[in-house]
């Protein structure tokens, strides 16, 4: 398999930077491009009780720029901080994080998804969103995961904060 272009997520989350620099070592010893892609969550507007309230919609579309640059001034942070030999391109999409990267990898036509997966202890997947999951399920091409220094297996015990 010949890998030319890789896509991975850039969040908020310290450990998905681990995943980010794995993604960008594999990129740099492939010669394939890295593609980091923000998923910025979409603003709704609150309900006012008027139907296309014209105020309530300005507002959202103001929440919703805000929203972008604190997003994209993150990606632009990651992306800097790769070493300069790493052949890169961002992006910023919108939707869940799962789906949202799972549409970004088909459209950029990339060759190998780089996802960051914590291991939770048990039922706290049933409260939170693995969009990590979600990509190894519907993803058309090849997922790598990267197990994140929060990650432990079920054998480790448990550290405590001292």
Sequence with gaps: MTVRRIIAPVTFAEDSLEATAVAAE??????????????????????TGAPDDPRALARSVQEQRIVDHIVGE????VAAAL???????TMLTYGPVGA????????????????????????????????????????????????????????????EAA
């Design 26 to 47: 594999l990129a740099e010893a492939l010669g394939a491009e890295l593609v980091l892609a923000a998923i910025a969550p979409l603003v709704r507007p609150e309900p």
């Design 74 to 77: 993150r990606l632009d942070d």
């Design 100 to 159: 949202a990267l799972v549409d970004a990898a088909r459209e950029q036509r990339a060759d190998l998804v780089v996802v960051p997966m914590r291991r939770e202890r048990e039922l706290v997947h049933l409260f939170h969103d693995h969009a990590d999951r979600y990509v190894l399920h519907h993803s058309g091409v090849p997922v790598l995961v990267v197990p994140t220094r929060g990650s432990r297996t079920r054998h480790e015990p448990r550290r």
């Design 83 to 89: 070493p300069p030999a790493v052949r890169r391109r």
